[in-house]
């Protein structure tokens, strides 16, 4: 029993480095792409073809270093990750609000789109599966195996249209 709990607390101390490492890595491919790139998604809508090429570079510009785009690496992931850690999750301006609010308002539904889900697939596999271990081999224990690999490898995207 001991043992599990050594393992346990090793686990649980992984997950911040392991986030740590995710959160850096998809950070700096973000940052593969130019300042000025980058700067255009700060960009208010429709507002470039309003401009000379001259005003659109000053923007830009402006954009670039009250942003801090231009700032080296570890200063910007860092400025990122605390305002994460604040509940500042950024803007989107696709949808023109904060990333938080737009989360916290599709929470609800898709907990209970994952909730009535559950409440089918458990009774579903828990039968399942104790039909198949009642009889190894059998012809049901041989259909629900080709399910599962079937279910298995078909992408999640394409099983979510079924």
Not at 37 to 45: C, I, S, W
């Amino acid at each position: 029993m001991r043992s599990f709990w050594i393992y346990f607390l090793r686990r649980l101390l992984v997950i911040p480095v392991t986030l740590l490492i995710m959160t850096a890595v998809l950070y700096a491919l973000l940052m593969v792409a130019p300042a000025e790139e980058r700067a255009t998604l700060y960009m208010p809508p429709n507002q470039p073809r309003s401009m000379t090429q001259e005003k659109y570079q000053n923007v830009l510009n402006r954009i670039i270093s009250e942003n801090g785009l231009d700032d080296p690496y570890p200063v910007q992931y860092g400025r990122w990750a605390i305002k994460l850690l604040r509940g500042d999750w950024g803007y989107s301006p696709t949808y023109s609000a904060p990333v938080l609010d737009l989360l916290q308002s599709r929470t609800p539904a898709t907990l209970e789109i994952a909730f009535y889900a559950l409440l089918l697939i458990i009774p579903l596999g828990l039968i399942s599966g104790l039909m198949a271990g009642w009889q190894p081999s059998h012809r049901w224990d041989r259909l629900f195996r080709a399910t599962a690999y079937i279910g298995g490898s078909i992408p999640p995207f394409i099983l979510g249209f079924f």
